[in-house]
């Protein structure tokens, strides 16, 4: 038996919890929903990286959608309830192969049945606006990770790819880690500074997730995880989803994305600006310097190192799949996920490793929220805090 063969007979019964994809969001920029115009019952590969079928030949049997909206939307709550409501539809749409999963034992039921169990995580605070009673609002629909921040500072936290500005964690922004820790919402520390990552570590009773994040030591990009908070995961419980995304994986791929945005920015664009004349700029750049291509061993040595730091039961995946331009070799869209843990069977990981890798982690993370949250609602209200109440100077 192959390794290839090996992976798709585990994955029969381990199937692969995927943490991070943005299908929602390529949904509303693409076709604004049309489900018909994007009908992902059917191949979608020359639009998308995900559709059934494609779940269906990489092992899928549960995917976090994220229901992320940019930072500056002109109401966020209001987008992020469209996001949710796409969710929605696609569940309704889609009944036979996916399944609505808001706990691990909706996780286990969908893995029984056959389908793709189908949680929400919402992609940044500013998603909340700084309300108490949004966050409990998008749990009650459904939303089981919060990721604290996104590309930008919120308010009281600050986030990897913005100049600092709390210093990691605002008093208001660990009483939102205790309220999620009372809902038994998960913790999301991708996207956020490593000095947010340690508040929140100092903060959270429940195990935190890192739904799509890679290794700082292998590629040293400020959105990846540095050892020590690796190190930290064992005793908080937590499970860090090793990502696909190029330039978070391979530093060469870092280097060029750093020359190519300030060529954009030398020609008077700004660095994510998509139109034909900017494309045309950064299209000359890339003949001139081709683009780096990370690959399945590019990833497989971050897990090789994440395991080192943390340990085998504080590993999961979150490919950010329809949330990247490009995708390593051999992991082009959600089919290749057997690519990766062929990979790893090669390198020694045994299938027990490999099922706590693609399922059992993840599952456990989810419970062992549940189970936090169970004891502090025993003990602890709602909170109806404000931000100003905690961080007098907010705005």
């Not at 929140?200 to 195990?207: F, G, Y």
């Amino acid at each position: 038996m192959t390794s290839l063969e090996a992976v798709r007979e585990l994955l029969r019964e381990f199937p692969v919890a995927d943490g991070h994809n943005d299908l929602p969001w390529a949904l509303r920029e693409q076709v604004r929903y049309d489900l018909d115009a994007r009908d992902v019952a059917a191949d979608q590969s020359a639009h998308l990286h995900t559709d059934i079928p494609r779940l269906r030949a990489g092992g899928v049997g549960a995917q976090y959608w994220s229901v992320y909206v940019r930072t500056d939307s002109p109401d966020p709550v209001a987008a992020t309830l469209e996001q949710i409501d796409c969710v929605g539809q696609l569940l309704a749409r889609y009944g036979q192969d996916l399944r609505p999963a808001l706990t691990a034992a909706d996780m286990e039921a969908a893995r029984r049945e056959g389908r793709i169990a189908s949680l929400m995580g919402a992609e940044g605070g500013h998603s909340i606006a700084n309300s108490l009673g949004t966050l409990r609002g998008l749990y009650g629909l459904g939303v089981r990770y919060l990721t604290l921040t996104h590309n930008d500072n919120v308010d009281w936290a600050d986030s990897a790819t913005d100049e600092p500005r709390a210093g990691g964690l605002t008093a208001f922004g660990r009483e939102v880690v205790r309220e999620m820790n009372r809902l038994g919402m998960l913790v999301d520390l991708s996207h956020v500074a490593a000095t947010t990552m340690r508040d929140a570590l100092d903060t959270s009773t429940a195990p935190v997730v890192f739904s799509h994040s890679s290794a700082r030591a292998v590629c040293d990009h400020p959105r990846n995880i540095p050892d020590d908070v690796l190190e930290r995961l064992p005793a908080n419980g937590g499970v860090a989803m090793v990502t696909f995304v190029p330039k978070f994986v391979l530093q060469a791929a870092v280097d060029w994305t750093a020359a190519a945005d300030e060529n954009m920015r030398a020609h008077g664009f700004h660095h994510l600006d998509t139109t034909p004349e900017a494309m045309k700029v950064h299209r000359a750049f890339e003949e001139r310097h081709p683009r780096p291509v990370a690959t399945v061993s590019t990833v497989a040595d971050h897990l090789d190192h994440m395991r080192e730091a943390a340990g085998i039961d504080h590993l999961g995946i979150g490919g950010d799949y329809d949330g990247t331009a490009f995708t390593p070799d051999g992991l082009d869209d959600v089919s290749g996920y057997p690519n990766l843990l062929a990979e790893l069977l090669d390198r020694g990981w045994s299938k027990a490793d490999l099922a706590k890798l693609t399922w059992k982690n993840a599952v456990r993370v989810l419970d062992a929220a549940e189970e936090v949250a169970r004891g502090l609602q025993a003990t602890r209200s709602p909170s109806n805090a404000t931000i100003e109440s905690f961080d007098p100077s907010a705005g």
